[in-house]
């Protein structure tokens, strides 16, 4: 045989040309963050909504902690006034019977824990039960009180100020009497009391139990001066209130203020709440605003990792998928830089994409009919061929370019639908999101690597089930079994591996899996589809046994049950049916799809 022509055509005018080439790596990172962006945003969308959800509850559980409070006091203060309602009724009270009277409000005083004082209208103490009747008494310190109780003839709540007799911080109730009763003048007026420590009222605040969550309920009274506190009642009582809060409560009967700093120092949320019997008063239930804050940012940061972690997995996995393609483009596109110089292709060894070896091989036979023709015709008749073929190398070229375009769209299509769906089936929740995509990935991708083993023309179903069920069949706990020679072509292969993923999953958190006694049982086999028996179509049943009893057919579909019942059966092609049989004994699957007829080799 001859020796090779060398064959120089020249550059090619594209070759010429300036312009900023893209990468085929960029285009697929590119394209796989693209495809993922709608997932994420929806994502970030949800996440968004959740964290809303918990600070709208957070700030209800506040206001409603507040109303339950105020209720109470008010309960407590009634309770008070009722007290000295009923002693003002006294008949002996009435008749100016003081010393009938004095152990009667005696009984009242300490029925409350407190004590009870009759007041001339100038404040002045006729008796009080902390003295013995008769004892000598000084001038009370509530006479503004005792002014409005006598001018509103109806019970008046104090603020907080210091009693004369008992010389310590008290509240009271005043209860203004009839003109001429209780031994006043005629034209008189006398006023009871009925006082009692600030204490009682923080102990019904400590019963909220706040102090779990680093917050406090305080009661604060007209003055805008601490009354009560659930906590450290003795540190603040009397303290004013800070002036963020008076702002805030003033003319308002309730409301929530974020941010302000506390007495104690720091920043806070509070809900407050006026009482309706002591109206001139305002409880308050106040949580730190910093863990208040967390509660509901926590969501949304922790997306937003997981949002940036995926992206990054996928972009990883976008750039080695393209490494992996740029290779064999890059040695075929060396070999016809070769083939133009008349020099033979470098690369022998058969690749595994079936479109690059059909390419490769046209080089090849190109190379063939190059010597054949330099060898019959002459070197004038060599180099015209040879530049043919290599217009024929180019389009074959370009038509694996659009070829792998095709594939890589479809693969990300697939992705990105099992990225939406598992963000559905998920709710938002970035742990589990990522774990559940993560194993529908990798059961993805466990059948690319079947189908790239055999060039993509189809793949045998026993080694399909083998490879899908791999991560489940340690043990004996999966039986598969079946005739060989049952192929199923690229489509089928990943739709029914995704299938067999998901029943394995759910066989393992709920079915036959879940318990070490659980079995699963895969067979298969051919069945003649007409009477003839000239149509087949093959029959594949999971049967699960061993596994908690299956009560009836599932109330809520996941992501596993859509892909099984609605996807499927299209996915498996023509007359392909899929029924879920939920037996008490276990799950049953039956699948029913023609399978693909033996691919053929490619020719040498």
Same mark, same amino acid.
């Given at each position: ?41 929806? *994502? ?166 706040? *102090? ?25 009582? &009397? ?66 990792? &997981? ?98 375009n095709h594939r890589v769209k479809n693969v990300l299509a697939t992705v990105q639908s099992l990225a939406l769906q598992t963000l559905r089936g998920t709710r938002g929740e970035p742990d589990r999101f990522v774990h559940d995509f993560t194993g529908r990935l990798r059961s993805l991708a466990r059948a690319h690597d079947l189908l790239t083993a055999r060039g993509w023309e189809g793949a045998p179903l026993d080694a399909l089930v083998a490879a899908a069920l791999a991560p489940w069949r340690g043990g004996e706990r999966i039986a598969a079994s079946g005739p060989e020679q049952v192929y199923l072509t690229s489509h089928q292969a990943q739709a029914l591996a995704l299938a067999l993923h998901e029943l394995a999953t759910n066989a393992a958190k709920? &079915? ?93």
């Amino acid at each position: 045989m001859a020796a090779p022509r060398k064959v120089d055509t020249g550059a090619h005018p594209s070759e010429s040309q300036n312009g900023k080439l893209t990468s085929l790596q960029a285009y697929l990172v590119t394209f796989v963050l693209l495809a993922l962006a709608p997932a994420l945003l929806l *994502g970030a969308l949800t996440t968004w909504e959740l964290g809303q959800a918990y600070r709208q509850a957070e700030e209800a559980g506040l206001t409603s902690t507040a109303q339950a409070l105020a209720t109470a006091l008010d309960r407590e203060v009634e309770i008070a006034a009722t007290a000295l309602t009923t002693l003002a009724a006294s008949p002996l009270l009435g008749a100016g019977d003081i010393a009938g009277t004095y152990p009667q409000a005696a009984a009242v005083g300490r029925a409350f824990g407190g004590w009870v004082a009759l007041l001339e209208a100038d404040s002045q103490q006729i008796f009080n039960t902390l003295k013995p009747l008769g004892a000598e008494l000084p001038r009370g310190s509530g006479g503004s009180h005792v002014g409005r109780a006598i001018a509103s003839e109806r019970p008046v709540v104090s603020d907080l100020f210091t009693g004369a007799t008992a010389r310590q911080p008290v509240v009271a109730v005043f209860q203004p009497l009839p003109l001429g009763t209780a031994g006043a003048a005629p034209e008189g007026s006398r006023v009871l009391l009925l006082a009692f420590s600030p204490k009682r009222l923080s102990a019904l605040l400590e019963r909220q139990e706040l *102090g779990h969550a680093g917050g406090f309920a305080v009661l604060t009274d007209g003055n805008h001066s601490v009354l009560a506190r659930s906590s450290e009642h003795g540190r603040f009582l &009397g303290q004013l209130s800070p002036a963020w809060f008076i702002k805030a409560v003033t003319g308002q009967d309730r409301g929530l203020v974020r941010g302000g700093t506390a007495l104690a120092g720091h920043e806070a949320v509070a809900a407050f709440q006026r009482l309706e019997v002591a109206s001139s008063w305002v409880v308050t239930v106040t949580l730190p605003y910093a863990p208040y804050r967390g509660r509901w940012h926590g969501p949304m940061l922790r997306y937003a990792i &997981g949002a940036a972690l995926l992206s990054a997995a996928a972009a990883a996995v976008a750039a080695l998928l393209a490494q992996r393609l740029l290779r064999p483009l890059q040695a075929l596109a060396r070999d016809a830089d070769r083939l133009r110089q008349g020099d033979d292709p470098a690369s022998s060894q058969p690749e595994r994409i079936a479109e690059l070896e059909a390419l490769r091989r046209a080089l090849w036979r190109a190379v063939e009919a190059l010597r054949a023709r330099a060898t019959a015709e002459g070197r004038a008749t060599a180099a015209e061929e040879a530049t043919t073929e290599l217009c024929q190398a180019a389009r074959w070229r370009e038509l694996l370019v659009h070829e792998l375009n095709h594939r890589v769209k479809n693969v990300l299509a697939t992705v990105q639908s099992l990225a939406l769906q598992t963000l559905r089936g998920t709710r938002g929740e970035p742990d589990r999101f990522v774990h559940d995509f993560t194993g529908r990935l990798r059961s993805l991708a466990r059948a690319h690597d079947l189908l790239t083993a055999r060039g993509w023309e189809g793949a045998p179903l026993d080694a399909l089930v083998a490879a899908a069920l791999a991560p489940w069949r340690g043990g004996e706990r999966i039986a598969a079994s079946g005739p060989e020679q049952v192929y199923l072509t690229s489509h089928q292969a990943q739709a029914l591996a995704l299938a067999l993923h998901e029943l394995a999953t759910n066989a393992a958190k709920y &079915g036959a899996l879940s318990r070490p006694e659980g079995r699963v049982t895969v067979f298969w086999a051919r069945r003649p589809q007409n009477a003839g028996g000239q149509e087949v179509v093959v029959e594949l049943t999971w049967a699960e046994t061993g596994g908690p009893v299956v009560t009836g057919v599932p109330e809520r579909c996941g992501f596993g049950t859509r892909l099984l019942e609605r996807g499927l059966s299209s996915d498996l092609g023509p007359d392909s049916s899929v029924v879920l049989q939920f037996k008490p004994e276990g799950l049953r699957a039956l699948l029913r799809f023609r399978p693909y007829a033996r691919p053929n080799q490619l020719c040498a």
